[in-house]
């Protein structure tokens, strides 16, 4: 009998382990806002990237996601928080996150992909636009001139 409660024990305590050492994906989106707001949008674009050391090592992909943060922040005014606009589950293993930044001055969207292959969530795609420029992408194009004026006679 004292066996058999001490290997439930030592069950139920390699269970609280793994449940309390487990890796969320929301500490990686928390952790990115913190370094985000607190030091800016390089250091938070470098922590997601040292969570996935492929992304981190490749100096190319590392440039262009700085320069799509710099692009769009630029001329955005102060920064001022951010709202989850949708969390996408598309798989136990793979998350898509997408985030509407306030800024002073425009709204800028910011999607994260999370990917889990085993134990340790990392970055998988990073992506990040002025909210209203991609707003106008979407929108239906206007009608050639010469269509326009036909339909009003």
């Known amino acids: ?18 449940v309390s050492f487990a890796q969320e994906a929301n500490d ?4 990115f806002f913190k370094t985000y707001e607190g030091k800016g949008y390089e250091a938070g674009v470098d922590y997601l990237l040292s969570t996935n050391k492929k992304m981190q090592s490749d100096s190319m992909q590392t440039a262009n ?42 709204p800028i969207n910011v999607i994260l992909i999370l990917y889990k292959a085993k134990d340790k969530w990392s970055a998988y795609n990073i992506n990040c636009y002025k909210y209203i420029n991609e707003e106008a992408r979407n929108q239906p194009r206007s009608m050639p001139n010469m269509l326009r004026q036909s339909l009003r006679r």
Do not use: H
Request: aromatic share 10%.
């Open 28 to 31: 990686v989106i928390n952790q």
């Open 1 to 18: 009998m004292k066996k058999v409660k001490v290997i439930l024990l030592s069950i139920l305590f390699a269970m609280f382990c793994n």
């Open 65 to 106: 996601i700085k320069n799509l943060f710099k692009a769009s922040v630029s001329e955005a005014g102060n920064y001022s928080g951010n709202e989850l606009i949708k969390k996408e589950e598309v798989s136990a293993s793979l998350i898509k996150y997408t985030y509407l930044l306030k800024y002073e001055n425009d």
